[in-house]
């Protein structure tokens, strides 16, 4: 790409005008009249027309980057900068006017007002400095290589630095005015504005002076080569050759010498020292590359900074969610550990209640089986007692004492019956409700079985025990249960409803007095034969391996003692659908339900 | 004292009840089922029933009201293993004599079973009485009816007479065959034997 635009650029050159930029940092007018005498030199050389442009470093760049250039007029310094990218060539170096050598000619003078002392590079820290320009090679360039040479950097350890811009005069007119203590200029300025009388003589003085044989002006730093012409990578050797040509021509006092300032033109000379000082410089801050690295990766910074940013913001609201998050499932945790714990309370009073009842009813059924014998003793003593003689005293006196230890016997076993009775605490509750929360209580059960009973519940208002009502209904439904453990497709109804009918033909018991409302339980079990039927009131009568046989027993008790009636029936088996089993349990019960 | 029908669902309990009853001289039954006890008893004989509470298939309170359904001159006593206050209120509301707890005294059921026995004996009296009362009533003609109904309001021969359209004659045979047919002697007696029964 390179090698194909400059072969285009180069014919393009070889019809049109020979284009030379000349570096400048002072008024663009005044380089052009100091330069046009040379660019008609060259025109009349080289038959040819020539245009001659003042640029200031940053036109400069900008002239050298598009290709519109073939060759330019500049310091050292910026020959060499261009020298890696754009294949930059030194094709002449100038020769001053005052015959100073080309090689060694620009240097950086630390003007003072004369009587100041600065004894030391450090010492310039605490003076007011001024200088031209941060890119013034003479100037400011050369002075930076001296302090880094010495370990300072111009920017941090000079906190009184600063760039007042061009003529370099006005910096001299500044110490003048006493507004700076030190002024960085290049070599010779401050003589020539003393010859030509601007300032007094003597006013002005340069301090950290060097040595420099042969040199006229007072000098602070190493000298460097004097003002170059350079060739761009594109402009032809031919081209290249002919301008050197016609430059070398130019006579020490033609016009063009003495318009441009210099004496002639010479042979290209060492370039090493500009290098050692752009190598030395290269890490400042205020170089070129640094800025255009800088410039470029702005927006990538940008970029980066605006991802970041956006990721930070995502990371907050993230973590902002998962607070919120934490805190839902903690309350969540929370209600159901409470759910969990009045569960488990619920479970637990159940279970008392039930032990509570068990023991009761364990007394009651006891009791009842040792009553029967013990009113069968009473019962044959008092028989035995009355066929007694009168004169078998002593047998009436042992009789006698059999039936008071019978007596006794029998007080005992009230007395236990009285003290494990549970005395029934009534209340007004809805009676779905307790149906439901029965079946939560016996839901693990449920479960295991896959089953979800059908319910034809109504709403009813009714006096009763809670707990005792509950033992009742987890008594049927565990028995109800239990009943289809073998059944495939096991169906649970519970039906609650108010009666309004006369007593249902199921009910054998006379116990019932008014029926008011009335829970019914029916399973699809296996149901029980009619000797079972009978006897499924009765105390110690179960069917189980490991029933106790007081589950029913209890259940009528509890049920007589609201006033009610409790009875069971074996479904019919002729049914629409064929062959039905199961147990339909019927719990009646009085009082005045109210319709919630 | 009259014959006693003992119902216990336990036989042993039954057996000792009959033992101590009988060393009183008391002549008794005894039955192991409701349903026994209504198949065998005659039951418009006079006698005491003393019923357990807790039977299987038909309990006492069942049998209670069984056996009240229909007018008998058994009076029933109630007996239970554990009763309650409640238990005992119903039953007697249902007419039972008395309700006691097993295993009751000798004594003390002897003097129930006397009271219960003087009771049934009365029962008994009441219904034949009844009985009598409701066959000479049906033996009396339409017209002997319509005659008596008026001379029980009061009402004179004469009056009688022109209210039924006979002769004061006429009206004085029926009455006479009124009074003969009720085997009472005179109106006020009449007016007494109707007044002990329902309406």
Same mark, same amino acid.
């Given at each position: 790409?390179?090698?194909?635009?400059?072969?285009?650029?180069?014919?393009?050159?070889?019809?049109?005008?020979?284009?030379?930029?000349?570096?400048?940092?002072?008024?663009?007018?005044?380089?052009?009249?100091?330069?046009?005498?040379?660019?008609?030199?060259?025109?009349?050389?080289?038959?040819?027309?020539?245009?001659?442009?003042?640029?200031?470093?940053?036109?400069?760049?900008?002239?050298?980057?598009?290709?519109?250039?073939?060759?330019?007029?500049?310091?050292?310094?910026?020959?060499?900068?261009?020298?890696?990218?754009?294949?930059?060539?030194?094709?002449?170096?100038?020769?001053?006017?005052?015959?100073?050598?080309?090689?060694?000619?620009?240097?950086?003078?630390?003007?003072?007002?004369?009587?100041?002392?600065?004894?030391?590079?450090?010492?310039?820290?605490?003076?007011?400095?001024?200088?031209?320009?941060?890119?013034?090679?003479?100037?400011?360039?050369?002075?930076?290589?001296?302090?880094?040479?010495?370990?300072?950097?111009?920017?941090?350890?000079?906190?009184?630095?600063?760039?007042?811009?061009?003529?370099?005069?006005?910096?001299?007119?500044?110490?003048?005015?006493?507004?700076?203590?030190?002024?960085?200029?290049?070599?010779?300025?401050?003589?020539?504005?003393?010859?030509?009388?601007?300032?007094?003589?003597?006013?002005?003085?340069?301090?950290?002076?060097?040595?420099?044989?042969?040199? +006229?002006?007072?000098?602070?730093?190493?000298?460097?080569?004097?003002?170059?012409?350079? %060739?761009?990578?594109?402009?032809? +050797?031919?081209?290249?050759?002919?301008?050197?040509?016609?430059?070398?021509?130019?006579?020490?006092?033609?016009?063009?010498?003495?318009?441009?300032?210099?004496?002639?033109?010479?042979?290209?000379?060492?370039?090493?020292?500009?290098?050692?000082?752009?190598?030395?410089?290269?890490?400042?801050?205020?170089?070129?590359?640094?800025?255009?690295?800088?410039?470029?990766?702005?927006?990538?910074?940008?970029?980066?900074?605006?991802?970041?940013?956006?990721?930070?913001?995502?990371?907050?609201?993230?973590?902002?969610?998962?607070?919120?998050?934490?805190?839902?499932?903690?309350?969540?945790?929370?209600?159901?550990?409470?759910?969990?714990?009045?569960?488990?309370?619920?479970?637990?009073?159940?279970?008392?209640?039930?032990?509570?009842?068990?023991?009761?009813?364990?007394?009651?059924?006891?009791?009842?089986?040792?009553?029967?014998?013990?009113?069968?003793?009473?019962?044959?003593?008092?028989?035995?007692?009355?066929?007694?003689?009168?004169?078998?005293?002593?047998?009436?006196?042992?009789? +006698?004492?059999?039936?008071?230890?019978?007596?006794?016997?029998?007080?005992?076993?009230?007395?236990?019956?009285?003290?494990?009775?549970?005395?029934?605490?009534?209340?007004?509750?809805?009676?779905?409700?307790?149906?439901?929360?029965?079946?939560?209580?016996?839901?693990?059960?449920?479960?295991?079985?896959?089953?979800?009973?059908?319910?034809?519940?109504?709403?009813?208002?009714?006096?009763?025990?809670?707990?005792?009502? *509950?033992?009742?209904?987890?008594?049927?439904?565990?028995?109800?249960?239990?009943?289809?453990?073998?059944?495939?497709?096991?169906?649970?109804?519970?039906?609650?409803?108010?009666?309004? /009918? *006369?007593?249902?033909?199921?009910?054998?018991?006379?116990?019932?007095?008014?029926?008011?409302?009335?829970?019914?339980?029916?399973?699809?079990?296996?149901?029980?034969?009619?000797?079972?039927?009978?006897?499924?009131?009765?105390?110690?009568?179960?069917?189980?391996?490991?029933?106790?046989?007081?589950?029913?027993?209890?259940? %009528?008790?509890?049920?007589?003692?609201?006033?009610?009636?409790?009875?069971?029936?074996?479904?019919?088996?002729?049914?629409?659908?064929?062959?039905?089993?199961?147990?339909?349990?019927?719990?009646?019960?009085?009082?005045?339900?109210?319709?919630? | 004292?009259?014959?006693?029908?003992?119902?216990?669902?336990?036989?042993?309990?039954?057996?000792?009840?009959?033992?101590?009853?009988?060393?009183?001289?008391?002549?008794?039954?005894?039955?192991?089922?409701?349903?026994?006890?209504?198949?065998?008893?005659?039951?418009?004989?006079?006698?005491?029933?003393?019923?357990?509470?807790?039977?299987?298939?038909?309990?006492?309170?069942?049998?209670?009201?069984?056996?009240?359904?229909?007018?008998?001159?058994?009076?029933?006593?109630?007996?239970?293993?554990?009763?309650?206050?409640?238990?005992?209120?119903?039953?007697?509301?249902?007419?039972?004599?008395?309700?006691?707890?097993?295993?009751?005294?000798?004594?003390?059921?002897?003097?129930?079973?006397? %009271?219960?026995?003087?009771?049934?004996? /009365?029962?008994?009296?009441?219904?034949?009485?009844?009985?009598?009362?409701?066959?000479?009533?049906?033996?009396?003609?339409?017209?002997?009816?319509?005659?008596?109904?008026?001379?029980?309001?009061?009402?004179?021969?004469?009056?009688?007479?022109?209210?039924?359209?006979?002769?004061?004659?006429?009206?004085?045979?029926?009455?006479?065959?009124?009074?003969?047919?009720?085997?009472?002697?005179?109106?006020?007696?009449?007016?007494?034997?109707?007044?002990?029964?329902? %309406?």
């Amino acid at each position: 790409m390179p090698a194909q635009q400059g072969a285009s650029l180069a014919n393009v050159s070889a019809s049109g005008p020979v284009r030379i930029g000349i570096l400048s940092f002072a008024d663009e007018e005044a380089t052009l009249d100091a330069w046009r005498e040379t660019a008609l030199h060259l025109e009349q050389q080289l038959r040819r027309p020539v245009t001659v442009l003042a640029l200031t470093p940053a036109t400069l760049d900008a002239a050298v980057a598009a290709g519109t250039l073939d060759f330019f007029i500049s310091n050292q310094f910026v020959a060499v900068g261009y020298k890696k990218d754009w294949g930059a060539s030194q094709l002449l170096t100038l020769i001053p006017a005052d015959g100073r050598e080309p090689d060694k000619a620009v240097g950086s003078a630390l003007v003072v007002r004369a009587g100041t002392r600065v004894n030391s590079w450090k010492a310039l820290s605490s003076q007011r400095i001024v200088s031209s320009d941060p890119r013034a090679f003479g100037g400011f360039l050369i002075f930076a290589g001296e302090m880094a040479k010495r370990g300072l950097d111009p920017q941090a350890d000079l906190p009184g630095l600063s760039f007042v811009g061009f003529p370099q005069t006005s910096l001299l007119s500044k110490l003048w005015r006493n507004e700076a203590d030190v002024a960085i200029l290049p070599a010779c300025v401050m003589e020539q504005a003393a010859a030509r009388g601007d300032f007094p003589p003597g006013t002005f003085d340069v301090v950290l002076a060097k040595d420099s044989a042969g040199f +006229g002006c007072a000098v602070s730093s190493e000298l460097y080569p004097y003002t170059a012409l350079s %060739k761009l990578g594109q402009t032809s +050797g031919k081209l290249a050759t002919q301008v050197a040509k016609a430059l070398l021509g130019v006579e020490a006092g033609s016009r063009a010498a003495l318009d441009g300032g210099y004496q002639g033109w010479s042979v290209p000379v060492n370039d090493n020292r500009v290098f050692a000082l752009k190598h030395l410089l290269r890490e400042w801050p205020f170089q070129t590359n640094w800025q255009r690295v800088a410039n470029a990766a702005m927006p990538w910074l940008a970029a980066i900074g605006l991802g970041l940013l956006l990721g930070y913001l995502h990371h907050l609201r993230i973590k902002r969610l998962v607070v919120k998050r934490t805190e839902a499932l903690v309350t969540e945790i929370d209600q159901h550990r409470a759910t969990q714990k009045a569960f488990n309370e619920q479970q637990r009073q159940f279970y008392r209640a039930q032990r509570v009842l068990l023991t009761g009813e364990m007394a009651s059924g006891i009791s009842h089986e040792l009553k029967q014998p013990l009113a069968g003793i009473r019962y044959l003593t008092q028989g035995c007692l009355y066929r007694l003689s009168e004169d078998e005293s002593e047998i009436k006196t042992a009789l +006698g004492g059999v039936l008071s230890q019978v007596d006794r016997a029998q007080h005992t076993i009230d007395r236990l019956r009285s003290f494990c009775q549970q005395p029934s605490c009534y209340e007004l509750v809805r009676v779905d409700k307790l149906i439901l929360d029965t079946l939560s209580l016996i839901a693990p059960e449920l479960k295991r079985l896959k089953l979800t009973p059908a319910l034809e519940l109504t709403k009813v208002k009714a006096r009763l025990d809670p707990a005792l009502m *509950t033992q009742v209904l987890v008594n049927v439904l565990l028995n109800a249960l239990d009943a289809m453990a073998e059944v495939a497709a096991p169906e649970l109804k519970i039906v609650l409803d108010t009666e309004t /009918e *006369t007593k249902s033909a199921t009910e054998t018991d006379s116990g019932a007095g008014h029926c008011q409302y009335r829970i019914r339980i029916i399973d699809n079990g296996c149901g029980l034969t009619p000797a079972q039927l009978s006897r499924l009131f009765f105390p110690f009568e179960s069917t189980k391996s490991d029933g106790l046989g007081l589950g029913m027993v209890i259940c %009528k008790r509890i049920v007589e003692e609201h006033g009610g009636s409790i009875s069971a029936s074996n479904r019919a088996t002729a049914d629409a659908c064929g062959d039905i089993h199961g147990l339909e349990i019927s719990i009646c019960l009085p009082g005045s339900p109210t319709h919630a | 004292m009259l014959d006693v029908y003992l119902v216990d669902d336990d036989p042993d309990v039954l057996a000792s009840l009959k033992w101590m009853l009988e060393g009183l001289g008391i002549r008794t039954r005894g039955f192991v089922s409701a349903a026994d006890f209504l198949q065998s008893v005659d039951l418009a004989k006079p006698a005491v029933a003393v019923l357990d509470v807790q039977m299987p298939d038909m309990d006492g309170m069942s049998l209670l009201d069984a056996l009240l359904a229909s007018p008998t001159p058994i009076v029933p006593l109630m007996l239970t293993g554990h009763g309650n206050i409640a238990m005992a209120v119903k039953a007697i509301q249902r007419g039972a004599m008395d309700f006691l707890e097993k295993p009751v005294d000798g004594d003390k059921l002897q003097q129930l079973l006397k %009271k219960a026995s003087a009771l049934a004996l /009365e029962r008994a009296d009441t219904q034949t009485q009844a009985a009598v009362r409701a066959s000479r009533l049906a033996s009396l003609s339409p017209r002997e009816v319509d005659v008596m109904h008026r001379v029980l309001e009061g009402k004179l021969n004469k009056t009688i007479a022109a209210e039924l359209f006979i002769s004061q004659r006429t009206v004085e045979i029926h009455r006479k065959n009124l009074l003969e047919k009720m085997a009472v002697n005179n109106v006020a007696e009449l007016a007494f034997v109707l007044s002990g029964m329902p %309406k």
